[in-house]
């Protein structure tokens, strides 16, 4: 009878690991924003923000973390790649 919840015992196991990983690489992608956001020039932010861009993204992306970091990507880095 045990081996019939084995696999259960193994997917219960795996669940923190999937959520150490996203974790993990979501704390990757705030680090490559914020370092994208500090190397970029002032005049190079879009047309969202003309003054003190810089600082306000780089505030942004320091005090909400990673929902501010993808907030970065969509805004900026993506539309200026462009």
Avoid at 21 to 42: G, Q, T
Avoid at 47 to 70: M, P, R, Y
């Amino acid at each position: 009878m045990e081996f019939l919840f084995a696999p259960f015992g193994i997917i219960f196991m795996c669940i923190p690991l999937f959520f150490f990983a996203i974790s993990l690489a979501l704390v990757a992608f705030s680090i490559w924003m914020f370092i994208d956001c500090i190397s970029r020039e002032d005049n190079n932010f879009g047309d969202l923000i003309k003054e003190n861009a810089k600082l306000i993204w780089v505030l942004i992306i320091l005090f909400t973390g990673s929902i501010g970091s993808i907030i970065y990507y969509f805004m900026v880095y993506k539309k200026v790649q462009k």
